[in-house]
């Protein structure tokens, strides 16, 4: 392919080459400076942030309507759920919440050994988060035949209803969990871009703060589906 | 800030010799540079051309639906040869071209028409066709910007765009969907014709809703940071400020539909329940999930238009807008009562009190819409009109939009909806403001904006003639309707009374004119691109910042960062730039602003 020149094509500064990638970062030139870069990048990622919760907003809807509709069925498919695994799953998000915060003070700081630390550390919370929810959460009740619509087979059911439930359940928290696959792999880029490039240093952190916000969100959305989907009495 | 065109310039000095269209280097790799442009303008056009291409297939299909609709499908007792009867199927166009076997079967491919007719027109047409498109092309250069502010991301829209559409054309090829463009459930989960059909088509919706999201976004933040200095948000165009209301609209609605089609396709696919009433799933839901998106977006349909008709008639009438704030604020103003009027599409399923109030709210729209309209007629008023075919598409909008809107009143207010609703009427009502309001502003810019973005002249004649052909014919065709309406024909049907034929059968003699319009318009635009004279940088005498570069554009838009001196409509104490009287004969006798101030 040949590659044509455009005004988009960043320029970095010539015979520096060895300098970390954050130092050598040049804005686009479309925009004046580097500053109003980092600010058009930080309101966009926002209402991208923004359409995400009203995605959610939609599953949350759909969750209020039929709670109100089939209380009994939502009690009952609540009481089937393990508190202890949910609450080990909320903990370990807050933990990767707090490191993936860290490492952006970090690149601001320009510590990059512990932004590695704290993106690593990050990391394996999304991967503890995942493997609890599918060993522990999914497996065992889809093999009991607690499964969502048509697919429901669960002999000791209390309520009709329950497939409705079992929906809900599996929609939002499946729908979050590729949330969490998503931001893991965000943040799994920034760690080898900052690896392999040094990307993320006081001057340029713009992907990193967006990807730690993306994160934020994740972790916030799960905050409110724990007590919704665990702790109805 | 200075030193910033000064760096490109010599980097790229190169570059400033011709226009953004200029091929670069022998055919093949000026395809794959176009295919991997992260230029606006080039995306605009890309953009123009798959818009152009799905208006196209959805109009075919319109055709097909009309003609279809000249004789009603039927069985008729025949006398045969022998002397017994027989009933023989009659009137099933469609039917015996595709080899349908019976009423039913014929019945249905009508079903799956109009279904390709409305998905196609909506989801791959109106919704993304002004913005993404000419507003690719202009928001930047009309802010004084280089590019918008996420190429890359702009870039990617466009593919996701294509793919979407592929999903659509894919569905239609195992033979199309029967469920209307609304995907009513519970038919459009359990019953509906063709199983992968539907997952597609509604995979497709799906897709082509990321494209929305992520180009409004990209405008929304161009629009806040990209503004070249000395513009701040009231000396910006009227065009952005229906570009960025249309994109608050998208980004905020779009996320809905995408997670109610989500939830379809898991319905459809694993049944599991939700919309699914055998189930104690609410099929109703869908309704609310689908109108709280759909008719926002109907206002993302129409405020592009309504931001080239600003432009239009403040061009070509010379004449500073009137009550430019009140137009840009009622711009916002659609945005915001947008989302609250979704209920009005399921009057019937909602108790006396939610109605009301839903009938209520909806009457709220009708107040910012007519600022505009009151607004663009002021505008005229003593202004130098000249009569060529952007004014006269401005003017066909006014008619017809005007008509659209106020015969949306009948529909809001709950006594007649109870008449009218699911009856041509609404059919007549609707296209009266997607076609004639929505499309009729596309193709009116189109006009506009042409000798712009391609650098030629068009013949004036033969698109004043195109503009004739498609208003009268658009007005036979559906102004018909709503008589239909009115006298009880129910839409979505392939067959009706005898009492029907006569106004069904001008009604299709009115889509002729309407297909004869556009094919004169498309003459003209292929004639313009092979042998139009070339196009003056300013040929109409605009005073907004694309009037100031070249036509077409060169790469980087201007030769130096703009700054904005003058407002964009403020003829009576500015010179437009780089213009030639001799382009744009002005009625000199009567100075067009010594009286009425």
Known sequence: MTSIPTHHDHQPSPGDASAPGWKRYVAASHFRSAADEFDACKLGFWLFLATEVLLFAGLFCAYAIFRMMYPEAFAAGSHSLDVKWGGLNTVVLLISSYTVASSIRCAQLDKRFWLHVNLIITLVCAAAFVVIKFTFEYGPKWAEGKRPGVLFDYPYWSHPQEPIWWSVYYCATGIHALHVVIGACLLAWCLYRSVRHKAYGPTHYTMLENSGLYWHLVDLIWIFLFPLLYLIH | ?597
């Open chain 2, 1 to 597: 800030m200075s030193t910033i065109p000064a760096a490109h310039d010599t980097a790229h000095g190169h570059h400033d010799e011709g226009s953004y269209l200029t091929p670069r280097g022998p055919f093949l790799s000026t395809v794959v540079a176009w295919a991997t442009t992260i230029d606006h303008k080039k995306i605009g056009v890309m953009y123009l051309v798959a818009v152009l291409t799905m208006f196209f297939l959805g109009g075919v299909a319109a055709m097909a639906v009309r003609a279809e609709l000249w004789t009603p499908n039927r069985y008729v007792e025949q006398v045969q040869p022998d002397g017994t009867t027989q009933s023989v199927l009659q009137g099933d166009l469609l039917g015996k071209l595709f080899k349908a076997d019976g009423l039913g079967a014929a019945n249905n491919i009508y079903n799956r028409v109009f279904t390709l007719h409305g998905a196609i027109m909506v989801f791959m047409v109106i919704v993304p066709g002004v913005p993404a498109s000419l507003g690719n092309f202009f928001l930047p250069i009309m802010l004084g910007a280089k590019d918008v502010a996420f190429p890359r991301l702009n870039l990617l829209s466009w593919y996701i765009y294509v793919t979407g559409s592929i999903f659509a054309v894919l569905s239609i090829i195992l033979g199309g969907v029967d469920t209307g463009w609304t995907f009513y459930t519970p038919y459009s989960s359990t019953h509906a014709a063709g199983h992968w059909n539907v997952v597609f088509m509604i995979l497709g919706a799906f897709i082509l809703g990321f494209s929305s999201i992520l180009t409004g976004l990209n405008f929304i933040v161009t629009t806040h940071k990209l503004r070249c200095p000395g513009m701040g948000w009231f000396d910006m165009p009227l065009f952005i400020w229906a570009i960025y209301s249309t994109s608050i609209i998208a980004v905020l609605a779009t996320p809905v539909i995408g997670i109610t089609l989500l939830l379809l396709i898991f319905e459809r696919l694993f049944h599991v329940g939700i919309f699914d009433p055998a189930m104690g799933g609410d099929p109703v839901l869908f309704q609310h999930f689908f109108w709280f998106y759909s008719h926002p977006v109907v206002y993302v349909m129409i405020l592009p238009g309504m931001g080239i008709i600003s432009e239009l008639i403040a061009v070509h009438c010379r004449k500073p807008i009137f009550g430019y704030r009140a137009v840009a604020f009622a711009s916002l103003g659609i945005a915001a009562v947008s989302f609250i009027v979704w209920g009005h599409h399921m009057f019937a399923s909602m108790g006396e009190l939610a109605s009301a109030v839903f009938s209520f709210l909806t009457f709220l729209v009708a107040i910012p819409t007519a600022v505009k309209v009151f607004n663009w007629i002021a505008t005229l008023y003593k202004g130098s009109i000249a009569i060529n075919t952007p004014m006269l598409y401005a003017m066909s909008f006014l008619f017809l939009f005007s008509i659209g809107g106020l015969t949306g009143l009948p529909l809001g207010a709950l006594a007649t909806d109870l008449h009218l609703h699911d009856s041509y009427f609404v059919v007549a009502h609707f296209h009266y403001v997607m076609m004639g309001g929505t499309i009729i502003a596309f193709v009116g810019g189109l006009h506009h904006w042409w000798p712009k973005m391609f650098g030629r002249m068009y013949n004036e004649k033969w698109a004043m003639l195109g503009c004739a052909l498609v208003f009268i014919g658009f007005n036979v065709t559906f102004f018909t309707q709503f008589f239909l309406g009115t006298q009880g024909m129910p839409r979505r049907y392939a067959s009706y009374v005898d009492e029907f034929q006569f106004l069904h059968q001008v009604s299709t003699v009115g889509s002729w004119f309407l297909l004869l319009g556009f094919l004169v318009h498309l003459g003209t635009f292929i004639h313009s691109l092979v042998a139009g004279p070339k196009a003056p940088p300013n040929p109409w005498g605009g005073l907004t910042l694309e009037w100031e570069t070249e036509s077409p554009p060169i790469e980087h838009n201007f030769h130096h960062e703009p700054i904005l001196k003058h407002g964009p409509y403020d003829y009576d104490t500015t010179v437009p730039p780089h213009y030639d009287p001799a382009d744009y004969p002005l009625d000199t006798t009567t100075p067009p602003h010594d009286s009425g101030h």
